[in-house]
């Protein structure tokens, strides 16, 4: 089957599905089997390229997983997020778009950081986005990054090995990390698990594929914010940043945990979208 009729194919049936990015996903799914860039694969398409049946059955199978609503990244076991690509799969979190925008907020605490060797830590790390946009991004900054889970832990050895070997990675319970730095923090950064428990976000791929432990934590979603911010009181010297993701209800209820707990100039920041979706602070 020539590939465009092939993309048409799968389009439509992305969009039967139900998936909103119907053919950038089909677009994205083709490509990665036929191991090229989005850019290659619209040459192809204009040259008439042929592909194999080998290809085309791997292709129909794949696609068959994905109007099932399995993630695309699972899929193709990569995710983009800034200048990356992670390696993902079942058990991690697929790192967002709108996380790219937080990380940004840490990135430019640090820089701003006048030291040779500034101190980062990422907290509740999963796939490594934020930690190993840290550490390339702002590469004289000495980075840490602690994740709990076994399932999700192997996926960020694989992303810490391949882009930034020099950051430490621990594995362990964020409330009780990193004693060994206390005080000594110039930044420290957080997108941790913020739904509320009894909520079921909207999108399967979300729902019945993105880890659990990741996603929930506590009756209004807050439970680790809590603990984050007075744990951040402990780690992050005078003068240090805290960053953390929530969802965008969320942006007062954080606020006012901060600041009750002696942050100062709290602030609110929003995404693309225009939705609440951080909370900066300084110590
Ligand atoms: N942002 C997640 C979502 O879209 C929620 C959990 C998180 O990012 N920490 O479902």
Redesign the pocket.
């Known amino acids: 089957m020539p590939l465009k009729q092939l993309l048409t194919q799968l389009t439509a049936q992305f969009e039967a599905a139900g998936i909103e990015s119907a053919q950038a996903d089909a677009e994205l799914l083709v490509a990665d089997v036929l191991n090229c860039g989005r850019g290659e694969l619209a040459v192809k398409i204009i040259t008439g390229e042929p592909i194999s049946e080998q290809q085309q059955t791997t292709i129909e199978e794949l696609a068959a997983k994905r109007a099932e609503r399995v993630p695309l990244q699972h899929l193709t076991g990569k995710a983009y997020f800034r200048n990356l690509e992670l390696s993902v799969g079942p058990g991690v979190?697929v790192p967002?778009p709108?996380?790219e925008q937080v990380a940004q907020l840490a990135i430019d605490a640090l820089k701003s950081v006048a030291l040779a060797e500034p101190i980062a830590i990422d907290l509740a790390t999963g796939s490594g986005a934020i930690a190993l946009s840290l550490a390339t991004e702002v590469s004289y900054a000495k980075v840490y990054a602690v994740e709990l889970s076994d399932d999700a832990i192997g996926y960020t050895r694989k992303n810490f090995e391949r882009w930034a070997p020099d950051a430490e990675l621990r594995q362990g319970d964020l409330s009780v990390a990193f004693d060994d730095l206390a005080g000594q923090v110039d930044v420290l950064i957080s997108?941790?698990?913020?739904?509320p428990e009894d909520m079921v976000?909207i999108?399967p791929e979300?729902h019945l594929h993105?880890p659990k432990l990741?996603?929930y934590s506590g009756k209004d979603g807050l439970d680790l914010i809590r603990v984050i911010s007075k744990r951040g009181l402990m780690l992050v010297k005078p003068g240090g940043t805290l960053v953390i993701?929530h969802?965008d209800p969320q942006s007062q209820a954080v606020r006012e945990i901060l600041e009750a707990d002696g942050w100062r100039q709290v602030r609110a920041h929003r995404d693309f979208n225009l939705r609440d979706r951080a909370v900066s602070a300084i110590r």
């Open positions: 979190f967002r709108e996380t997108n941790p698990p913020y739904i976000p999108y979300v993105d990741a996603l993701e969802a």
